[in-house]
């Protein structure tokens, strides 16, 4: 059974980078796509986009894709999120994800999120 | 992009009931749709995919039908630990969209 868990900086002053990291514990990840979803206050889930374990392939949300940017680390089974020039919309509960058939669009492994909270 | 849209966005019910919420996209997503269960402090948990299948381990109460456009996620008999917030979300295209949410509460 695979489980995630978001780490990273709780508060994040305005116009800074935001950097997250997700850790796995698999004994197997080949072919899987590891992905990050936010849900900002009083708001619905908003996928940001994946990472493939190769980390070739890469798809990003069009509304984020110049500020965002989604690596991995396989080898410590660790994926990172960058999110550059943050605003307070960017406030959110953080979460990452795995799929769940090798397409990167079903996502049947989440982490518990971490709160971010973009404030000067 | 996908608009994906669900009703109610929250409703009262109580234990033993049998609930149903509705999910619609803006356009044809085929069988392409999945419905979550959000618990504050949790990890979500992917009940159904592909409109109809039943996640391992998530109890027969849950069930989901529809294609094309027009999606179900029906509960019976709903049970303490089913008091939380559903989502769907197409899996047609990307960029992955989800819909509001539907928070069923007591």
């Known amino acids: 059974q695979v489980q995630l868990q978001e780490s990273g900086p709780g508060l994040v002053r305005p116009s800074e980078t935001l950097s997250l990291t997700c850790t796995f514990s698999?004994?197997?990840?080949?072919?899987?796509?590891w992905s990050w979803i936010r849900q900002a206050p009083g708001k619905g889930l908003e996928w940001l986009g994946f990472i493939h374990f190769g980390g070739r392939t890469k798809s990003y949300n069009p509304s984020l894709q110049s500020r965002l940017t989604i690596s991995i680390d396989t080898p410590k089974k660790q994926f990172s999120l960058q999110l550059k020039s943050v605003t307070a919309a960017d406030t959110a509960l953080y979460y990452c994800?795995?799929?769940?058939?090798?397409?990167?669009?079903?996502?049947?492994?989440w982490g518990p999120g971490t709160l971010v909270t973009v404030s000067s | 992009d996908i608009q994906m849209t669900q009703s109610p966005s929250s409703l009262s019910a109580s234990v033993g009931d049998r609930v149903t919420i509705t999910c619609r996209a803006s356009q044809s997503i085929a069988s392409f749709l999945n419905w979550y269960q959000v618990k504050p402090g949790k990890a979500p948990q992917l009940l159904i995919y592909h409109s109809s299948t039943l996640q391992n381990e998530v109890l027969s109460r849950f069930s989901g039908s529809g294609s094309g456009t027009d999606f179900t996620l029906t509960i019976n008999s709903l049970q303490p630990e089913d008091f939380a917030t559903y989502y769907c979300q197409q899996s047609y295209s990307s960029p992955l969209t989800f819909a509001g949410g539907t928070k069923v509460e007591i």
């Open positions: 994800a795995k799929d769940f058939d090798g397409s990167g669009r079903i996502l049947d492994t």
């Open positions: 698999a004994a197997s990840i080949s072919g899987a796509y």
